[in-house]
């Protein structure tokens, strides 16, 4: 009965070990941004100043993929 238990209990350690490194986590890119009225040139208009802040003193540029969509998708 003892062996039962612990082979219970291995068998549900690996499965939650196994589970625990493939998260399900997705990355969505939207690609058609075209007649935004935003330009990477002006981030303020769509980008808090703490993230403006933060994208400075971590090096990271404003790039297009940073644009949000269009507002006419906005319905």
């Given at each position: ?59 990271i540029p404003i790039t297009e993929q940073d644009l949000p969509i269009n507002p006419?998708?906005?319905?």
């Open positions: 009965m003892m062996k039962k238990i612990h082979l219970l209990l291995l068998c549900l350690g690996m499965v939650a070990a196994v589970s625990a490194q493939n998260p399900t986590c997705y990355r969505i890119y939207l690609s058609d941004k075209a007649n935004t009225p935003y330009s990477i040139s002006n981030p303020s208009a769509y980008l808090s100043q703490r993230a403006i802040d933060k994208r400075t003193r971590f090096n006419q998708y906005n319905g």
